[in-house]
């Protein structure tokens, strides 16, 4: 259990990145006045936290109503975990934890970002929504250990509501090389849980037997 818990949080930790979204969030509303961003950091929580559920307890339902295997579910989320991780690694801009360029262009022009870009894609964004169906569905309907995943992502999800209410402290300690140094750190611990996922649908779809 506290393997699943370990893994969970890690992996959403990396995935969501609340010191990354709070120094996004920051730099997007810099003309904003705190109570302008108090109320979107709540919202934005609130819905990201609404969209997350929804994937980690129907994700895998969906995808077995479209006939999408256990093992490629595995093995696809392993893969897009993994060039999550790389790019971490290498400290470049990923679609998959934050926003484009483009995107983050168009929230600039944007008074209330609660919606786009806050709540998706830089908190729920598709790695972390993957991550969410692949970590629900390695549990195999054992309630105990959704319930320790659910638990992981609540947690990681309250202390990216608490980086958001404190975004401009946060981006102002670390800079831009601290962010860096963190993010390169989680990406090669995520790097590795995504090989290991890979390794496990390979396993399981029988390709090597």
Same mark, same amino acid.
């Given at each position: 259990?506290?393997?699943?818990?370990?893994?969970?949080?890690?992996?959403?930790?990396?995935?969501?990145?609340?010191?990354? !979204?709070?120094?996004?969030?920051?730099?997007?509303?810099?003309?904003?006045?705190?109570?302008? =961003? /108090?109320?979107? %950091?709540? /919202?934005? &929580? +609130?819905? !990201?936290?609404?969209?997350?559920?929804?994937?980690?307890?129907?994700?895998?339902?969906?995808?077995?109503?479209?006939?999408?295997?256990?093992?490629?579910? =595995?093995? &696809? #989320?392993?893969?897009?975990?993994? +060039?999550?991780?790389?790019?971490?690694?290498?400290?470049? &801009?990923?679609?998959?934890?934050?926003?484009?360029?483009?995107?983050?262009?168009?929230? !600039?022009?944007?008074?209330?970002?609660?919606?786009?870009?806050?709540?998706?894609?830089?908190?729920?964004?598709?790695?972390?929504?993957? !991550? %969410?169906?692949?970590?629900?569905?390695?549990?195999? #309907?054992?309630?105990?250990?959704?319930?320790?995943?659910? *638990?992981?992502?609540?947690?990681?999800?309250?202390?990216?509501?608490?980086?958001?209410?404190? *975004?401009?402290?946060?981006?102002?300690?670390?800079?831009?090389?601290?962010?860096?140094?963190?993010?390169?750190?989680?990406?090669?611990?995520?790097? %590795?849980?995504?090989?290991?996922?890979?390794?496990?649908?390979?396993?399981? &779809?029988?390709? +090597? *037997?």
């Amino acid at each position: 259990m506290l393997e699943t818990a370990a893994i969970a949080f890690t992996t959403f930790f990396v995935t969501i990145s609340p010191i990354e !979204a709070a120094a996004m969030f920051a730099a997007i509303t810099p003309d904003s006045s705190a109570a302008h =961003r /108090r109320a979107m %950091a709540i /919202r934005g &929580s +609130l819905i !990201a936290g609404g969209i997350m559920l929804v994937f980690a307890l129907f994700g895998e339902s969906l995808l077995s109503t479209l006939g999408i295997s256990l093992a490629a579910l =595995r093995t &696809s #989320g392993g893969i897009l975990l993994l +060039l999550i991780g790389i790019d971490m690694v290498f400290a470049r &801009s990923s679609g998959g934890t934050s926003t484009t360029d483009d995107e983050t262009q168009e929230a !600039a022009g944007k008074t209330d970002i609660s919606v786009f870009p806050l709540a998706t894609p830089l908190i729920a964004g598709p790695g972390a929504m993957g !991550a %969410a169906i692949l970590l629900m569905a390695n549990a195999q #309907g054992e309630w105990k250990t959704q319930a320790v995943v659910i *638990a992981c992502l609540l947690a990681v999800l309250l202390m990216t509501f608490i980086a958001l209410l404190g *975004a401009t402290y946060i981006q102002k300690v670390l800079g831009v090389t601290g962010l860096h140094v963190i993010s390169r750190i989680f990406g090669v611990l995520l790097s %590795a849980l995504a090989v290991q996922f890979i390794f496990d649908g390979i396993r399981q &779809s029988g390709l +090597l *037997a």
